[in-house]
């Protein structure tokens, strides 16, 4: 009588027991890596820099143990989401800040971090770096942010797609609406996705008033809408095997089909079209409410170190900021720097985002 | 019985506060004062909300996708939940397994899985509105069959089997006796899987792509893109109200209470029998076993064909995905935090959800009240949970963010208000005359709750902690805003794969997710074997 009952009982302790020693073996891990921090060197001198960013950010290996031993500190990532939620996370929790450093800021995003109060200025003094990074990449005027990368968001297009039907590929964003090029284009909706609303902006910088226009003329030329890049690269470029040649995309996307094919392709099929990018620049800051702003600060400066910036291209395909840092040969072979990118105003942006998105919708959705 | 009650409520109410209400104060704070320069809630945003003309489109495509998937999950799911209740047969354990499966994939993997079945993502919006659907059937299928077949086995098959004998056909005896005798079972599965599909997040995203736009989406675009948090509160709390409405709606209608015993299966013995469980395996094979088998396909295909590799590095020491992008995490170490932060939600869960239950089970004001608020929190946008969590658990005295416990407690926050309506169903079961006997007979609360209500609610908590145990292990939409970098949960890291580029990521997400599938399948297997005998109090 008593059988199934004791059963029960005997599944609940153990289902118990089990998630008590989840716990404590957890424990046991936080003991010990705290232990080797102790060994490793005294932790009231080590202080922990945690970089709070989006879960994609990738930091090199032998450039975080050169900083920690340069420097002194411990480096940590404290990842959420993407850009967007990573921010509004910090805006969120402003004054009690998860970390010592947010990365991530982008210029579409500039404008709403300083207003969100989440940064401490930072004394150019204490960033000598800041020295080497070109005047037009200094685009937070509060003093608080300071670049560290660029991603040139792009219109790409399948070489050898258009070599096969003797096709001249379009050479200017206004081309795209030419009947020529009529069901060939996919973008990323602004709504869900960042390179989407980088080239939004872009369509707004270079064409003022007339970017509305321009939109219905992409809309009566068949343009496509994708959800997200994913969606776009994977589903609907003729590269992965879908039926649009052109795609917003990035300027080191050629370079990125190489490496990720891990072996399979040696020349990638994707090109760019120069004139259509945009500059997506990628800031940080200390946070307002870290312990350790003068290390954090040094790591901030330590980021547009050489060493740093060269890691930048193979880890998250981007652009160091600084001009004076080498890009491996993957990039200088098939993505080169575009020579001069479409400048997005932050203030500018501020003011008419969401201006430009309900326009975007009301003429695309 | 009154003290107990008492302090059951004062657990079920401070549990409450501590999972919704505080996290939801935070939030609806900082959405009235605004942040960042940003205006906050007015009169005037609730105003611009209700005559925007998109915001009525996102609702009609939100509503609208919802009640034909809610249909679909009712029509398909209740005659399965029948067979697996009334007939024994070959494969039954493992009907009931399957079609929990997709319930615990991550929704980012569903997604992938439709697109693997149809081919490619369809330009066609309706075709996407079509995918969005099945991909929704997909997944709730099991919250039908599970809560149903729980529900008929509950109900003697007496009756059926003495209509028949009177001469009606065998589907009519059960639909007008066991069927109608499990309505409100039904409805109550059709709520939920109804405010899941209203609140579906990133199956919306990944197969809508732009053009199919739900009010969640527009919740999360508010919160994350615009930080417009006046707006997004007005929506957030409209879809609490239609969700509110929903549940009162099946009050009325809510009318029988479950018996404690389950009753046997029978074998099969007439063609009909055998044509019914070929219909329930088509059902399941189509609905839940094509998509995994999609998965299962496209985790063995590598950069150069088929392969194990994607499942080698997932029990290798060597670090998943290429070039980094999973911050050095091993596939070992996320699956064991997987399964140990799932299992102390699924031991949360359970420990506010059975008072909660009990409190809730009497039929009278207090108790209808408790009922009604537990369905609310499912309601709430998984943004909302999250970004309230991290407000809300990040105070001076309380900073929970980067903690072990923080993700196992925001899955039990998703999970707790499925697990009530389980066991309240069971409590709710338990036979009144018996505890009044055993009070009079001078057994005090502990003995009535060891030697009464524990045999009639031991079977339903063990299907309870089932569905808590899976929907942890597959939660995303929270626990991305509460994990991190460095120790992610399997479904988390199936999002920073599928992020990233090439072959090797997708294959090892989807490797991953068919992992997550099968752990989902064995915690369903464990369940059922755990329980399968009936109360023998």
Redo the contacts between chains.
């Keep these: 009588m008593m059988g199934p009952l004791t059963r029960s009982v005997g599944v609940a302790l153990l289902t118990l027991a089990l998630a008590a020693t989840a716990a404590c073996s957890d424990d046991a891990e936080t003991s010990d890596s705290s232990l080797a921090t102790t060994v490793g060197g005294d932790t009231a001198e080590t202080p922990t820099i945690t970089i709070v960013t989006y879960s994609s950010y990738v930091l090199d290996e032998a450039v975080q143990a050169k900083v920690e031993n340069d420097l002194g500190v411990k480096l940590e990532i404290s990842a959420t989401g993407d850009g967007a939620e990573a921010l509004t996370a910090a805006i969120l929790t402003a004054g009690r800040p998860e970390g010592d450093i947010f990365f991530g800021v982008d210029n579409t995003l500039l404008s709403r971090a300083v207003a969100g109060n989440l940064f401490v200025p930072l004394d150019p003094a204490d960033v000598p770096n800041l020295a080497e990074i070109p005047e037009e990449l200094l685009l937070d005027e509060s003093g608080q942010l300071v670049p560290i990368d660029v991603g040139p968001v792009c219109v790409d297009y399948d070489q050898q797609w258009f070599a096969e039907r003797g096709l001249e590929p379009p050479s200017s964003l206004q081309d795209l609406t030419d009947p020529k090029y009529r069901d060939l284009l996919v973008v990323q909706s602004p709504v869900t996705s960042t390179p989407g609303l980088v080239f939004l902006m872009a369509t707004h910088a270079l064409l003022g008033d007339d970017a509305d226009a321009f939109w219905q003329g992409l809309v009566d030329n068949g343009v496509s809408v994708a959800g997200s890049w994913d969606d776009a690269w994977y589903s609907q470029y003729t590269v992965s095997g879908g039926d649009r040649p052109l795609v917003v995309s990035y300027a080191s996307s050629p370079p990125a089909e190489v490496f990720y094919s891990e072996g399979a392709v040696t020349t990638p099929r994707s090109a760019v079209i120069e004139s259509t990018c945009a500059d997506q620049v990628e800031f940080a800051g200390v946070l307002d409410g870290s312990e350790h702003v003068d290390k954090a600060t040094e790591v901030i400066n330590a980021m547009l170190d050489i060493a740093w910036q060269e890691s930048l291209p193979l880890t998250n395909f981007v652009y160091p900021a600084r001009p004076d840092a080498a890009e491996p040969d993957l990039f200088t072979q098939f993505a080169p720097r575009p020579a001069a990118s479409i400048v997005l105003d932050p203030a500018e942006i501020e003011e008419r985002r969401d201006e430009w998105i309900d326009d975007w919708r009301s003429i695309v959705e | 019985m009154s003290r107990s009650r008492l302090i059951a409520g004062a657990v079920a109410v401070l549990a409450g506060a501590a999972f919704y209400g505080w996290p939801l104060v935070a939030?609806a704070q900082?959405s009235l004062s605004g942040?960042?320069?940003?205006a906050g809630l007015s009169m005037g945003s609730v105003g611009d909300v209700f005559s925007d003309p998109?915001i009525g489109r996102l609702a009609l495509i939100s509503v609208g996708q919802c009640v034909v998937s809610t249909l679909l999950v009712t029509v398909l799911g209740v005659p399965v939940a029948w067979v697996l209740a009334r007939l024994r047969f070959r494969g039954r354990r493992a009907m009931s397994a399957m079609v929990m499966v997709p319930f615990v994939l991550p929704t980012l993997t569903m997604a992938g899985a439709m697109?693997a079945v149809a081919g490619?993502?369809p330009?066609s919006q309706w075709v996407r509105l079509a995918l969005i659907i099945a991909a929704h059937v997909s997944f709730n299928l099991g919250i039908m069959v599970r809560s149903v077949s729980a529900a008929i086995s509950a109900v003697p098959p007496s009756l059926e089997q003495a209509a028949a004998t009177l001469g009606r056909s065998p589907v009519r005896a059960a639909l007008g006796t066991t069927i109608s005798a499990v309505r409100g079972a039904i409805a109550s599965a059709a709520i939920i899987v109804a405010v899941f599909c209203l609140t579906s997040f990133g199956v919306i995203?990944?197969l809508?792509?732009?053009?199919i736009?739900t009010i969640e989406?527009e919740i999360w675009?508010l919160?994350?893109?615009?930080?417009?948090l006046g707006r997004a509160a007005v929506l957030a709390g409209t879809q609490l109200v239609v969700v509110m409405v929903l549940v009162f709606a099946y009050q009325r209608i809510r009318s029988e209470r479950f018996g404690r015993a389950a009753h046997p299966a029978r074998p099969l013995r007439t063609s009909l029998d055998r044509r019914l469980v070929a219909g329930c395996w088509a059902i399941v094979g189509v609905v839940s076993g094509l998509p995994i088998a999609a998965l299962v396909v496209r985790s063995l295909r590598g950069?150069d064909g088929w392969t194990w590799s994607n499942y080698g590095v997932i029990v290798s020491a060597g670090e998943l995905g290429?070039?980094?992008?999973t911050?050095?995490v091993r596939g070992l170490d996320a699956l064991?935090y997987t399964?140990?932060?799932a299992?102390?939600a699924?031991?949360v869960a359970l420990a506010v959800s059975i008072p909660v239950a009990v409190v809730a089970s009497r039929d009278d004001r207090v108790g209808r009240w408790f009922e009604h608020a537990m369905i609310v929190p499912l309601a709430m946008s998984a943004a909302t949970l999250g970004?309230g969590f991290?407000?809300a658990f990040?105070?001076?005295t309380l900073?929970l963010?980067?903690r072990?416990?923080f993700v196992p407690l925001v899955q039990a926050a998703a999970a707790i208000p499925i697990v009530v309506r389980v066991v309240l169903g069971a409590v709710r079961g338990v036979d009144r005359s018996l505890l009044d006997a055993a009070a009079v007979s001078g057994a005090g609360p502990w003995r009535r709750l060891?030697a009464v209500i524990?045999?009639a609610v031991?079977r339903p908590a063990?299907v309870a902690?089932g569905f808590a145990f899976a929907m942890s292990v597959g939660e995303f939409g929270a626990t991305?805003?509460?994990?991190?970098?460095?120790q992610p949960t399997v479904a988390?890291l199936i999002?920073?794969l599928?992020?990233?580029?090439?072959?090797?990521?997708l294959g090892q997400a989807m490797a991953l997710s068919v992992v997550l599938g099968l752990i989902a399948a064995v915690s369903v297997v464990v369940v059922d074997r755990?329980?399968s005998?009936g109360?023998?109090?």
């Design positions: 939030i900082r942040v960042a320069g940003r998109r697109i490619g993502l330009r995203v990944a809508g792509g732009a053009s736009g989406v675009f919160t994350t893109r615009t930080l417009d950069p290429r070039a980094g992008g911050g050095g064991g399964l140990g932060a299992l102390v699924t031991v970004f991290l407000v990040s105070g001076p900073d963010r980067g072990w416990i060891v524990w045999p031991r063990g902690a991305v805003f509460l994990s991190r970098q460095n988390i999002g920073r599928l992020g990233r580029p090439g072959e090797t990521n755990s329980m005998d109360p023998t109090f």
